[in-house]
């Protein structure tokens, strides 16, 4: 009788270190920096990604704070504050508010300081290497993006909609993500709209609302309202000097994400990689 209760005491033990072994075991070592079990299994179901994809995200972490340290990139407490300033005031608060609202979700304000320090590092991480790697984008370049994607400088001239409107903002989220679902309270008109009776603002929503879907909330006169678009018509196309400057920002922006990618590429390619245990 004294048998089973040993039994039970060591099968505990180790469904105990098993347990341990997972949070605490090694899955990667990238140059001599160890990324752990637990860690890929917190960003596959933080950010709803494989493991794998877990595994490169990390990767790509220890690259980048390898190389903050290496270019003795520094974020300072006045820094921080400056952006948490810029942070509060987008939303109407001052930062005695905005981080008073952090603590009512839960979030520790040691902890968000942190983040915002690393992201900032990072940025100016980012900023380094594109001051080497960026060329001027060229008009001839700019000209033959919009020669090639016309159909993407298209505006609509009407919209085919459903306009709901709500008592509470829950009852429209709720809507966006089960369309089938009505809740009480809740008002749908169908119109057809023209583009030119609405202000520039919402003309740009609806032409950058997919059809077949929902817009954002919106407050409209005090009350939460969306847009489902059903379809678009009577398109026109945007002239040449209307998107110019639009699309210099498209092809910068890729030409800094291309930048990003091949510098960490490189990186990635001279480290040395081991993997330990690859995550089930």
Same mark, same amino acid.
């Given at each position: 009788?004294?048998? /089973? ?40 179901? !933080?950010? *709803?990604?494989?493991? +794998? ?8 972490? +220890?690259?980048?704070?390898? !190389? ?5 990139? =520094? ?10 300033? =810029?942070?509060? *005031?987008?939303?109407?608060?001052? !930062? ?39 060329? @001027? ?16 400088? !298209? =505006? ?6 459903? /306009?709901? @409107? ?25 119109? @057809? ?15 950058? =609302?997919?059809?077949? @879907? ?17 379809? +678009? ?48």
């Amino acid at each position: 009788m004294k048998i /089973i209760p040993r039994l039970l005491v060591s099968a505990s033990i180790c469904a105990t270190l098993g347990f341990s072994g997972i949070i605490t075991g090694v899955s990667v070592i990238i140059n001599d920096e160890p990324i752990t079990l637990y860690e890929v299994y917190k960003y596959s179901k !933080q950010y *709803n990604i494989s493991k +794998k994809e877990s595994i490169n995200m990390l990767v790509r972490q +220890k690259l980048e704070e390898s !190389q903050i340290k290496k270019l003795n990139i =520094t974020a300072d407490i006045f820094e921080v504050d400056k952006y948490i300033d =810029t942070i509060a *005031n987008k939303n109407n608060m001052n !930062q005695y508010q905005f981080l008073n609202m952090l603590k009512s979700k839960n979030i520790k304000i040691a902890d968000y300081k942190k983040d915002v320090k690393r992201k900032l590092k990072k940025e100016k991480l980012y900023n380094s290497i594109y001051a080497t790697k960026l060329d @001027t984008i060229e008009e001839s370049h700019i000209k033959k993006f919009y020669n090639e994607n016309k159909d993407q400088f !298209q =505006t609509a001239g009407a919209f085919d909609i459903a /306009i709901y @409107t709500a008592r509470n903002q829950k009852d429209l989220k709720a809507i966006q993500k089960n369309p089938m679902f009505q809740p009480e309270g809740v008002n749908i008109v169908n119109k @057809t709209i023209q583009a030119s009776s609405l202000n520039e603002q919402l003309n740009l929503l609806l032409n950058g =609302t997919k059809k077949g @879907t929902f817009t954002q909330i919106l407050n409209i006169e005090n009350r939460p309202t969306m847009f489902f678009v059903k379809d +678009k018509k009577d398109f026109t196309l945007i002239p040449y000097s209307g998107v110019k400057r639009g699309i210099s920002d498209i092809l910068s922006k890729r030409q800094r994400n291309d930048a990003v990618k091949n510098y960490f590429e490189k990186l990635k390619s001279s480290a040395t990689i081991k993997v330990v245990r690859s995550p089930s």
